[in-house]
């Protein structure tokens, strides 16, 4: 079974960064994707960022890109998010997803999550101004 726990959320000013960290386990394919959405109060759940276990390949929703940096330590099975010059809009829950194993384009990931397989709990990000 799949375990997805994320962690490394917290209150920070704007301007600020965060590292989150998403640690998946049972994992049954080397083939993955590990991916992080975030829900606003009142707002859908959107795609932010998602790697691809083999070849490191990336993708960002644009209101991220520059901002944010998603990197995988294959050896700890554990996915990072980088989170750089934060702004008030990014406070958000925010969850870790794999998909196992991939099968989908980075674009239809991070626009529609049940194509996901497994989520986490999430973790919380608050950016005050």
């Known amino acids: 079974e799949v375990d997805v726990v994320e962690s490394g959320g917290g209150l920070v000013q704007a301007g600020g960064s965060l590292r989150l960290s998403c640690a998946a386990s049972g994992v049954s394919s080397d083939d993955h994707a590990i991916g992080w959405f975030r829900q606003a109060p009142g707002k859908e759940r959107e795609g932010v960022s998602c790697i691809s276990s083999t070849d490191g390949s990336t993708g960002y929703a644009d209101s991220v890109k520059g901002r944010f940096t998603i990197s995988y330590d294959n050896a700890k099975n554990t996915v990072y998010l980088q989170m750089n010059n934060l702004k008030p809009e990014d406070t958000a829950v925010y969850y870790c997803?794999?998909?196992?194993?991939?099968?989908?384009?980075?674009?239809?990931?991070?626009?529609?999550?049940?194509?996901?397989?497994?989520w986490g709990q999430g973790t919380q990000v608050t950016v005050s101004s």
């Open positions: 997803a794999v998909e196992v194993p991939r099968r989908s384009d980075f674009s239809l990931l991070l626009r529609y999550r049940l194509l996901w397989d497994y």
